[in-house]
């Protein structure tokens, strides 16, 4: 559907450019990350910064973000979720701009490196994140505390792994969102009770001659659960 040109409405209104900004967190099977980008365009050319475009006048904001997933990763069909808009009226030096903001869960072994290295693209673990230009820090913040208060609800945390993983890799991934360790013991019990796994014959033999088995998520089953008023806090 077109747009209808009513310039008698809208020609004497203030232009505000709306953006799109994407949080993309990313797991290594040892710990979270986070994707950023050297800025390549005044202001605050070469510092570093979330990956954005201005939303094209033919385009959705999803598609947006969708598309800056792809040309960043080279991945489609990837976890993304609307965070929250930034619209401080300083919040861009450079003009009026309004924000919406997505945080999108990826495994680091799966994405394109050619495509992210183009965009002067670099992991940082949560804790050695460097300062960001705008309001970029904060969109960082609450995109984690989204991601920490999701993950005791739902199933998030699988996005960020590769299809097949071990127990101790899923506990080490939600130790990584939660910034605390969990009894391995308890841990296990818990996750093996919800019936959401499924086990495989194949085993990972990296960490020892014995090997772990190797798991995969059953969303069918989780659907199932979910429907009938699962708890998934871990």
């Known amino acids: ?51 954005g475009a201005f939303i094209k006048d033919e385009q959705s904001i999803d598609d947006g973000a969708k598309q800056i997933l792809f040309e960043t990763t080279g991945l489609k069909n990837i976890y993304l979720e609307q965070l929250k808009t930034y619209g401080d009226v300083y919040r861009d030096v450079a003009g009026r701009v309004i924000s919406i903001a997505y945080y999108s869960l990826i495994s680091v072994n799966e994405f394109e490196l050619e495509s992210v290295e183009k965009y002067d693209a670099h992991w940082f673990d949560l804790d050695e994140i460097p300062e960001l230009i705008f309001d970029h820090g904060q969109m960082v913040n609450d995109a984690i505390n989204q991601l920490r208060h999701k993950a005791k609800h739902q199933p998030i945390g699988f996005n960020l792994l590769p299809e097949y993983f071990t127990i101790p890799e899923l506990q080490t991934l939600y130790e990584s969102i939660y910034q605390r360790q969990l009894d391995s013991r308890n841990f296990r019990k818990k996750i093996l009770s919800l019936d959401i796994l499924t086990k495989t014959t194949k085993k990972d033999k990296l960490g020892s001659k014995k090997g772990a088995f190797l798991y995969s998520f059953n969303k069918e089953k989780f659907d199932i659960l979910i429907s009938n008023g699962l708890n998934f806090e871990i």
């Open 1 to 51: 559907m077109k747009l209808i040109n009513n310039t008698n409405i809208y020609t004497a209104q203030q232009k505000i450019l709306v953006a799109v900004d994407c949080i993309i967190f990313g797991f290594d099977s040892k710990k979270l990350k986070l994707l950023l980008f050297k800025r390549k365009v005044e202001p605050s050319k070469g510092l570093w910064s979330l990956i």
